[in-house]
C-alpha cells in the first residue's frame, strides 16, 4: 500500500466520522427529544424540521434540531406580579 492510498484512507474516515456527528437519524432525533417517531414525521411533514432523504432513510442536521428547540423556546411571566413562573 502505498502512501497516497493511506493518507486517502484516512481523509474518508475522517469525513465519514464529520458526518456522522453533523446528521442523526430519526430514532436518534426521536430520543433526544423523548418524543414518538409519528411526532417526530409530524414534524417532518409539517416543514417544522428539515430533512435529507438518501436511499430511503431519514436524515436530519443536528444544528436544525437544536434550531426547532430554540425556535420553540418560551418563558412564561405571572401577569400579576411580572415574575417569571415555575
Not at 474518508?12 to 446528521?23: G, K, P, Q, S
Not at 430520543?31 to 416543514?47: D, I
Not at 443536528?62 to 405571572?78: A, S
Amino acid at each position: 500500500m502505498s502512501k497516497h492510498c493511506r493518507i486517502k484512507s484516512t481523509e474518508t474516515l475522517v469525513n465519514v466520522t464529520n458526518i456522522r456527528t453533523e446528521w442523526m437519524n430519526g430514532l436518534e432525533v426521536s430520543h433526544a427529544l423523548g418524543m414518538s417517531y409519528k411526532t417526530l414525521l409530524r414534524l417532518r411533514k409539517s416543514g417544522a424540521l428539515p430533512y435529507s432523504k438518501v436511499n430511503g432513510k431519514i436524515y436530519f442536521k443536528r444544528e436544525d434540531v437544536d434550531q426547532l428547540l430554540v425556535n420553540n423556546y418560551r418563558q412564561f411571566y405571572c401577569t400579576c406580579c411580572n415574575r417569571k413562573s415555575a
